[in-house]
């Protein structure tokens, strides 16, 4: 049996038939970048929708322990050349840095480190340093703050995939950690969700009123060299 269309439904499908080789071959093959940690990276596609190669760096002693990791990532905006510091009390600090490129595998060759370590006080102070990753308030005593770090910062938000897994935040930051609010932060390869922030200028301590020039210029070259890689990429 032979079944004829008609001649305007025919053309319509002519035109698509010999269209649809171009379209198929218009649509950008995904993105493919390293991904994983120091010790498990591998080559991977990205999903839909990430547009950069990330490689992640922080150094984490919030809860006493510390830890360094570099964690590499498909990724957006919310990840690219970023670099900030909190503190929340003597040797309880998290430092953090990230860079992107746009070619395939690129991330594997991004060098640079994480924000200098510091106990250099800069003479102002916050009312409350604290960590929790639990529902229960965030309690902790005043907090010096150290070097580039200038603001009171107040974080809440969540991390990992349950919903009901919160975390707080508090202690002194850089100026830009309010910056994160609605964004995705990876830190030790969990995603901690910033949910809210808030920042007011830290006050000066009794012994020192003054903010040295000194000290922002510390965390200059780790913000210089991430940018310079970014606008390069």
Excluded at 82 to 105: E, P, Q
Excluded at 175 to 184: A, D, L, T, W
């Amino acid at each position: 049996m032979i079944l004829a269309l008609p001649y305007g439904t025919m053309l319509p499908l002519l035109v698509l038939c010999l269209l649809s080789p171009l379209l198929v071959a218009s649509v950008d093959p995904p993105l493919k970048c390293i991904q994983g940690n120091n010790a498990t990276q591998a080559l991977t596609d990205c999903a839909s929708g990430s547009d950069a190669c990330v490689t992640i760096k922080n150094e984490n002693a919030l809860t006493g322990v510390t830890f360094t990791t570099t964690f590499y990532t498909c990724g957006g905006n919310d990840y690219c050349a970023n670099a900030f510091t909190v503190t929340i009390g003597d040797n309880a600090y998290l430092r953090y840095t990230s860079a992107c490129c746009t070619t395939a595998y690129c991330n594997a060759n991004l060098k640079w480190g994480v924000p200098p370590a510091s106990s250099r006080k800069n003479g102002l102070v916050c009312s409350t340093g604290c960590f929790t990753e639990t529902q229960e308030p965030c309690n902790g005593g005043k907090v010096s703050c150290t070097d580039a770090e200038n603001t009171c910062i107040s974080v809440t938000g969540k991390y990992g995939p349950k919903e009901d897994a919160k975390f707080i935040l508090k202690g002194c930051g850089t100026s830009n950690v309010c910056e994160f609010k609605g964004k995705n932060v990876l830190i030790n390869g969990t995603s901690y969700l910033v949910k809210e922030a808030t920042c007011e200028k830290a006050k000066s301590s009794s012994t020192n009123h003054i903010l040295g020039k000194g000290s922002f210029l510390l965390l200059l070259p780790s913000i210089s060299s991430i940018l310079l890689m970014k606008f390069l990429s």
